[in-house]
Structures are given as structure tokens and as C-alpha cells.
T-cell receptor, first 112, second 112 residues
Framework: GAGVSQTPSNKVTEKGKYVELRCDPI?????LYWYRQSLGQGPEFLIY????????DSGLPNDRFFAVRPEGSVSTLKIQRTERGDSAVYLC??????????FGQGTRLTVV | DAKTTQPTSMDCAEGRAANLPCNHS???????VYWYRQIHSQGPQYIIH???NNETNEMASLIITEDRKSSTLILPHATLRDTAVYYC?????????????FGIGTKLQVIP
């Protein structure tokens, strides 16, 4: 497909479990962003990748959150020991480096 | 990045022009104004962006005041499908990339 793809679209997990959220950016886009969106709020920045490296991870809330992009394309957001407060929609966006961002449809994470 | 101020919500009659204001009084000279919208349960969608001059594309027009402290997004003939949350963002390139901060946005309701 031509757009940013995120899988799964929905994830329900038990408190304390580990989850991985995947993002397939648009081919050739060097910049990749992860955002988190809680109900009624705008997207909140988590982390930015330029190529394979995390250029800015200042938005990650704590050390339970980690993201990788080993080959400079697909990225995985990893959350350890999930808590109910982690429930949100996790959005991924890619960009050619300047200008507009292309967002995926998001992964709705529910921690029960 | 500079902050923006938008009304929390607006209504617009179907077929009429929707004018969405945004204040960005602390915008700096190298910051662009971007507009995105988010339809329920979808990721944000790019609409338009500009630096100084007014811009128009197939979706909307962007009017930026001469002092660049405010702007207006115009949807010339609003339809029910334009009901969404509209985000006004100002952003520049810092450290080689754009870190985007979303606010709460304006919830536009198009009324039949």
C-alpha cells in the first residue's frame, strides 16, 4: 500500500504484560515518528527516528517504553510491564524529512 | 516550537465556508504554519501549510496575516465529511528534523 501501515489495529492486553506495536512507513521516508493519543487530547510526541537512530526520545514517558528501527524502515514500539494508564491510541507517522507527515491509522491499546 | 491557540469547537452549515482561526503570536521567522485534521478513529491527515504567503490547494485555503501572528484555514464549501478535529501547528527544523507539538485542536461540526 501507499500509506503508513500500523499493526495490529487493536490490542487488548493484561496489566503487566509486554506488547509490541509495529509501524511500516512509506517506502523511502527517512523520518519516522511515534505519537500517543489519549481520549479527547491531541497526539503527544514520543520518539523520532532519522534513519536507524533515535534522534529524539524525549517524549517516552519512562523506561518501560522503547522503540527500534533496525533497518531504517519498519519500526517497533515496545512497552514492558503495561499499566492501565498506557491505554491509548499509538500513532506512527513518516516523512521524507521535510514537509508533510503521513500518519497511520493507529493502534488502539487497551490494558485491562 | 511556538504554541498555538484555537477555539475548542465550531459549527458550520453544510455548503457554507468554514473559517477556522488560529493564533500563533510567538511564531518565529523560520516556522511554518501547518494544518492537519483528524476524522474520528483515523490518524491525522495533512491539509495545507505555509510560511508567509496565502496558500490554496484542492482541500482548503490558508490565510496568514502579514505579521504572521495568526492564520485562518478556510474550507470553501463544507460537507458533512469535513466534520473533524482540526489542528493548527507551527514548526521549524531543529536538529535536522521537525518536532511537532499538537494542541487540542478545534472540533468542527458540519450541520446539515
Amino acid at each position: 500500500g501507499a500509506g503508513v501501515s500500523q499493526t495490529p489495529s487493536n490490542k487488548v492486553t493484561e496489566k503487566g504484560k509486554y506488547v509490541e506495536l509495529r509501524c511500516d512507513p512509506i517506502s523511502g521516508h527517512t523520518a519516522l515518528y511515534w505519537y500517543r493519543q489519549s481520549l479527547g487530547q491531541g497526539p503527544e510526541f514520543l520518539i523520532y527516528f532519522q534513519g536507524t537512530g533515535a534522534a529524539d526520545d524525549s517524549g517516552l514517558p519512562n523506561d518501560r517504553f522503547f522503540a527500534v528501527r533496525p533497518e531504517g524502515s519498519v519500526s517497533t514500539l515496545k512497552i514492558q510491564r503495561t499499566e492501565r494508564g498506557d491505554s491509548a491510541v499509538y500513532l506512527c507517522a513518516s516523512s521524507p524529512g521535510r514537509g508533510r507527515w503521513n500518519f497511520g491509522q493507529g493502534t488502539r491499546l487497551t490494558v485491562v | 516550537d511556538a504554541k498555538t491557540t484555537q477555539p475548542t469547537s465550531m459549527d458550520c452549515a453544510e455548503g457554507r465556508a468554514a473559517n477556522l482561526p488560529c493564533n500563533h503570536s510567538t511564531i518565529s521567522g523560520n516556522e511554518y504554519v501547518y494544518w492537519y485534521r483528524q476524522i474520528h478513529s483515523q490518524g491525522p491527515q495533512y491539509i495545507i501549510h505555509g510560511l508567509k504567503n496565502n496558500e490554496t490547494n484542492e482541500m482548503a485555503s490558508l490565510i496568514i496575516t502579514e505579521d504572521r501572528k495568526s492564520s485562518t484555514l478556510i474550507l470553501p464549501h463544507a460537507t458533512l465529511r469535513d466534520t473533524a478535529v482540526y489542528y493548527c501547528i507551527v514548526s521549524s527544523f531543529s536538529g535536522g528534523y521537525q518536532k511537532v507539538t499538537f494542541g487540542i485542536g478545534t472540533k468542527l461540526q458540519v450541520i446539515p
